[in-house]
């Protein structure tokens, strides 16, 4: 283990990153979720946080432009943990099974839509220094691992990218206006990967925005908006997590209508069974 220190303090910050995600892709130090020690990236405890029903999901108020959205679960507890160390921590090993809960909240907002029409994955693409400091986009990442597994459950998948993501400040610390008012400024469309995806919807694909968490709706709104703007309209949203925000009184019919919704979807493991 000093030997490891000692390389990670030679390679600097983002060597450092580089190293300990292959170390964690090789060996796992501990559950990225709870911290038990085994040698497993993630324990079978915390795996079950990714593998219960989808929920349909929608901030409340939803900003104008926001598709129907689908989560794996709320931003809390495992979920969270397993996100924030695959996002922010370097811990590479769990896009498996991040990726393959996303597949599943994707399966679950195209049940009942034709097989035969191609579904779209569509990442919210990250800024250029996301990428860098995270060694990569992990929402891309995330994006093929869940195509793969659509297209082992039958389902005709592809990845496309037809947006990019102009600097902007952290919106960790913004409000829910500040948040909105930068979203809307945030994409830009590639004109060349948008005529690809263009070609797609004159066959009918289904379009979905998937990203990690949905808070205040305000990117997925941004990313939907701008898509429609140029000819793509988005069927729905899928997010591995929600934030769970604090709604007024009025707004409390909007939850229960969620959670009706949430009750009679399938788990994953149910969605993807006799499929793959």
Not at 98 to 112: E, K, W
Request: aromatic fraction near 2%.
């Amino acid at each position: 283990m000093a030997s490891v220190r000692g390389a990670l303090g030679v390679l600097g910050a983002a060597g450092g990153r580089a190293l300990a995600a292959l170390i964690d892709l090789v060996l796992p130090r501990e559950c990225a979720g709870c911290d038990a020690a085994g040698g497993l990236a993630i324990c079978d405890g915390c795996a079950r946080a990714l593998a219960g029903p989808p929920a349909a999901t929608r901030p409340t108020p939803a900003p104008e432009g926001l598709p129907p959205c689908f989560s794996a679960g709320g931003y809390e507890g495992a979920l969270r943990a397993l996100i924030l160390a695959y996002k922010e921590r370097g811990r590479r090993g769990l896009a498996a099974p991040l990726g393959d809960a996303l597949a599943g909240v994707v399966a679950a907002g195209a049940t009942g839509r034709a097989a035969s029409h191609p579904l779209v994955l569509l990442p919210v693409p990250a800024t250029a220094a996301a990428v860098r400091a995270r060694q990569g986009d992990h929402m891309l990442c995330l994006a093929d691992r869940a195509c793969r597994r659509l297209r082992r459950a039958g389902w005709p998948t592809v990845v496309a990218a037809p947006l990019c993501a102009l600097p902007r400040a952290d919106s960790v610390q913004m409000n829910r206006r500040a948040r909105g008012l930068a979203a809307q400024a945030a994409f830009a469309v590639r004109p060349g990967r948008l005529r690809k995806v263009l070609a797609a919807a004159e066959v009918g694909a289904t379009f979905v925005v998937v990203d990690d968490v949905v808070t205040t709706g305000s990117t997925l709104a941004a990313v939907a908006t701008r898509l429609a703007a140029n000819g793509i309209q988005v069927s729905f949203a899928a997010t591995l997590a929600a934030t769970r925000l604090r709604s007024p009184p009025a707004e409390v019919a909007v939850r229960q209508q969620n959670q009706r919704q949430t009750d009679d979807m399938p788990s994953i493991a149910q969605i993807f069974s006799g499929r793959s």
